[in-house]
C-alpha cells in the first residue's frame, strides 16, 4: 500500500501480515528501497513483492518525485535535502534497515550510511554516482567521460537545465547516444515533469568532493553493484569504495549497464535478496 510516513515523503509500504507488519519492533529488521534520479519507487515494485513475504519493505519517493508535490523551479535544492528526508525515515522505524540504492539512490544510501553507520544493518548500491572518489582520487580516466557531459553548452545553463536538451544529454551519457529519441513519448513525459529536480541533484551532487576513505565509517555488510556495461564512471566508483569499506563485496552485472536494475531486474534482485539475508 501507499502512504505517507514522514511530513515530507510519500512512501509505498509492504510486509508479512500479523504483529511483524504492525509492530516495527518485531520481526527482521526493514528494507529500504531508494530509486534513481527522475525515476520513483515504484522502479522496485519487483523488488519489494520479493522482499515483502520476509520482512517490512518500503520504497519512499525522493523529493519533488513519484507522488510528492513537483518541485517547483525557483525552489533551491541540493542532494543533502534528499538525505534528510531518508534519515528522517529510516529514524523513525526505531531500529537498523536494509538500505538499496540507484544511482542517485545509491549516493543518498552511501552518504546517510557515512553521516549515521548505526543505522545501516546491511548496505547495497548499484553505480552509485559518488563521484567525488574520483576527484579524490584524481581519476582522470574516469571522469574524461563526465566532463565530455558537462562540456555540453545545455547542461550548465540554468535557464535551459531539465528541459528536454538537458534531459538528452543526461539520458544519453549514462546509457548511449540517441537513448532518449528512443525512449516512449510517456517515458519523455515523465522525465520532464522531474527535469528542474533531476538537474539539481545533479549539479549539487557534482560539488561532492567526499573521498572513499570518508565511506571506510560504514561497518555494515556492503555489496557494491555496477552493470559490466556501465559508464566507466560509475565502475571505478564501485571498485575505489570496495577498497575502502572494510566488508564490502563488489560484483558485476553481467550484461547490464546503469539501468541494470530494470534490464536486468532478475540478476540484481537476487543479488540483492541474496546479500540481504546473510546480513
Given at each position: 500500500?501507499?502512504?505517507?510516513?514522514?511530513?515530507?515523503?510519500?512512501?509505498?509500504?509492504?510486509?508479512?501480515?500479523?504483529?511483524?507488519?504492525?509492530?516495527?519492533?518485531?520481526?527482521?529488521?526493514?528494507?529500504?528501497?531508494?530509486?534513481?534520479?527522475?525515476?520513483?519507487?515504484?522502479?522496485?515494485?519487483?523488488?519489494?513483492?520479493?522482499?515483502?513475504?520476509?520482512?517490512?519493505?518500503?520504497?519512499?519517493?525522493?523529493?519533488?518525485?513519484?507522488?510528492?508535490?513537483?518541485?517547483?523551479?525557483?525552489?533551491?535544492?541540493?542532494?543533502?535535502?534528499?538525505?534528510?528526508?531518508?534519515?528522517?525515515?529510516?529514524?523513525?522505524?526505531?531500529?537498523?534497515?536494509?538500505?538499496?540504492?540507484?544511482?542517485?539512490?545509491?549516493?543518498?544510501?552511501?552518504?546517510?550510511?557515512?553521516?549515521?553507520?548505526?543505522?545501516?544493518?546491511?548496505?547495497?548500491?548499484?553505480?552509485?554516482?559518488?563521484?567525488?572518489?574520483?576527484?579524490?582520487?584524481?581519476?582522470?580516466?574516469?571522469?574524461?567521460?563526465?566532463?565530455?557531459?558537462?562540456?555540453?553548452?545545455?547542461?550548465?545553463?540554468?535557464?535551459?537545465?531539465?528541459?528536454?536538451?538537458?534531459?538528452?544529454?543526461?539520458?544519453?551519457?549514462?546509457?548511449?547516444?540517441?537513448?532518449?529519441?528512443?525512449?516512449?513519448?510517456?517515458?519523455?513525459?515523465?522525465?520532464?515533469?522531474?527535469?528542474?529536480?533531476?538537474?539539481?541533484?545533479?549539479?549539487?551532487?557534482?560539488?561532492?568532493?567526499?573521498?572513499?576513505?570518508?565511506?571506510?565509517?560504514?561497518?555494515?555488510?556492503?555489496?557494491?553493484?555496477?552493470?559490466?556495461?556501465?559508464?566507466?564512471?560509475?565502475?571505478?566508483?564501485?571498485?575505489?569504495?570496495?577498497?575502502?569499506?572494510?566488508?564490502?563485496?563488489?560484483?558485476?552485472?553481467?550484461?547490464?549497464?546503469?539501468?541494470?536494475?530494470?534490464?536486468?531486474?532478475?540478476a540484481v534482485n537476487d543479488a540483492i535478496d541474496e546479500h540481504?539475508?546473510?546480513?
Open positions: 500500500m501507499s502512504q505517507t510516513v514522514s511530513s515530507s515523503l510519500h512512501v509505498t509500504l509492504a510486509g508479512p501480515d500479523g504483529s511483524d507488519a504492525s509492530d516495527p519492533s518485531r520481526g527482521p529488521d526493514p528494507a529500504v528501497l531508494l530509486h534513481s534520479g527522475g525515476m520513483s519507487s515504484r522502479q522496485w515494485r519487483r523488488l519489494l513483492d520479493r522482499l515483502a513475504p520476509a520482512r517490512r519493505v518500503l520504497a519512499p519517493d525522493f523529493l519533488g518525485s513519484g507522488e510528492n508535490p513537483v518541485w517547483t523551479d525557483d525552489a533551491p535544492f541540493g542532494f543533502e535535502m534528499d538525505v534528510a528526508a531518508i534519515d528522517e525515515l529510516v529514524r523513525s522505524l526505531g531500529r537498523p534497515v536494509h538500505l538499496v540504492g540507484h544511482s542517485y539512490g545509491g549516493f543518498v544510501a552511501l552518504t546517510l550510511a557515512r553521516k549515521n553507520p548505526a543505522a545501516i544493518r546491511s548496505l547495497t548500491v548499484y553505480d552509485p554516482v559518488a563521484f567525488g572518489v574520483l576527484h579524490a582520487a584524481n581519476d582522470t580516466e574516469a571522469l574524461a567521460g563526465l566532463a565530455r557531459a558537462e562540456a555540453e553548452p545545455v547542461w550548465n545553463d540554468l535557464s535551459r537545465g531539465g528541459v528536454d536538451a538537458w534531459l538528452e544529454v543526461f539520458i544519453d551519457y549514462w546509457n548511449e547516444p540517441g537513448s532518449w529519441r528512443t525512449l516512449p513519448e510517456g517515458t519523455r513525459e515523465a522525465f520532464s515533469r522531474v527535469g528542474k529536480k533531476v538537474f539539481k541533484e545533479v549539479h549539487s551532487l557534482l560539488a561532492d568532493r567526499t573521498g572513499s576513505a570518508a565511506y571506510g565509517v560504514v561497518t555494515a555488510p556492503a555489496l557494491l553493484l555496477s552493470g559490466e556495461k556501465s559508464p566507466l564512471a560509475a565502475r571505478r566508483v564501485v571498485q575505489y569504495l570496495s577498497e575502502a569499506m572494510p566488508r564490502a563485496t563488489l560484483r558485476t552485472i553481467r550484461g547490464a549497464g546503469h539501468m541494470g536494475p530494470i534490464t536486468h531486474a532478475g540481504i539475508a546473510r546480513a
